[in-house]
């Protein structure tokens, strides 16, 4: 019989566990559990190590295709948080194997597959409702904008620029709706144009921010954010990290915490805790409204109708109404 190919598999934790147990010097015996939700195929794979008293998060990467990385994508990430962590910045950091290296590799049936282990983040998830949390949320977050303005890499990673956030996903809706008609794909495709020529109008502006543009987050989520005793985040899972607008990284957090929705008061809190360390000029401040649109197309166009272990679609034209 020949040899099938695979869409995606899931690594053993027994299996997993014995190639950490080589490639890094723990005393003790590794043991590995699955955590990740198996919902969306897009997903990375996430695992919690325990040796002894110590616990890890294992991060085995899905095939690069989706997203187009290469191994260099991953070095950056690594790379990149261990800056921050030299500066005192609180992010869950890769641990270096034995032989120094920080990314390992595994070659699974649907090909080579890139694989991290991340020091736990300590803490609570965050409260949205929280000002003085939202208040540290946007401290911290400027902050590492701040610091990055100083970071230097031989690693390259695809920025997130118009082609990244728009114009890509949208040549993806395009392909996979092609002769449907939809009204409501049609609104995603005028306002996917309006925020291009918003964003294109603030960038030609005399205005300009010199730092606007660095290395972000590109995930800033409450669901990425520990906070401890002391109401200090603790930051985890940079995936979608990378060269890219500061705005955007506000507005990817404003929306993912559903600050819009909310009352204005954790709003406020979440920009004064930002505007405390690294105040906004007003084409950044401007800027925020159209990432806004910009995130919610690229979350529709690349997480979108990709046929995986749980089906054909993730978000279809029937969730559009939300754009």
């Not at 190919?5 to 723990?26: H, K, M, P």
């Not at 270096?96 to 998830?125: C, H, M, N, T, V």
């Not at 890509?168 to 495709?189: H, Q, S, T, V």
């Amino acid at each position: 019989m020949e040899t099938i190919a695979v869409t995606r598999s899931i690594v053993a934790s027994d299996a997993l566990a014995e190639v950490i147990d080589d490639e890094y010097d723990f005393d003790a015996p590794v043991n590995c559990k699955l955590i990740s939700k198996m919902l969306r195929t897009q997903d990375n794979d996430h695992y919690l190590v325990r040796t002894g008293d110590s616990k890890y998060v294992a991060r085995i990467y899905q095939l690069g295709a989706h997203l187009r990385r290469r191994e260099s994508d991953y070095l950056f990430e690594m790379d990149w948080l261990n800056f921050l962590k030299n500066n005192e910045i609180p992010v869950s950091y890769p641990l270096a194997r034995a032989d120094g290296r920080f990314l390992g590799s595994i070659d699974a049936p649907e090909g080579k597959r890139y694989y991290a282990l991340f020091s736990f983040a300590e803490g609570q998830p965050m409260a949205v409702e929280n000002e003085e949390q939202l208040f540290a949320m946007g401290q911290t977050m400027a902050e590492i904008h701040l610091i990055s303005n100083g970071y230097e890499t031989e690693y390259s990673r695809r920025p997130m620029d118009l082609a990244f956030l728009v114009e890509e996903p949208i040549e993806r809706m395009r392909e996979y709706w092609a002769g449907k008609k939809d009204e409501k794909l049609n609104f995603l495709l005028a306002s996917a144009g309006e925020a291009s020529e918003a964003i294109l109008a603030l960038l030609a502006n005399e205005e300009e921010t010199e730092d606007s543009w660095g290395p972000i987050g590109g995930d800033f989520h409450p669901y990425n954010t520990h906070f401890r005793d002391n109401n200090q985040p603790a930051f985890y899972n940079f995936d979608l990290c990378g060269y890219g607008w500061r705005a955007y990284d506000i507005a990817v957090f404003i929306l993912n915490a559903k600050l819009m929705e909310r009352p204005s008061r954790l709003s406020e809190a979440f920009f004064a805790g930002y505007y405390s360390v690294r105040p906004l000029s007003q084409n950044e401040h401007e800027a925020v409204a159209p990432f806004l649109t910009m995130r919610r197309i690229w979350l529709t166009g690349t997480f979108s109708i990709v046929e995986g272990a749980t089906g054909y679609t993730f978000i279809g034209p029937a969730q559009l109404e939300n754009i």
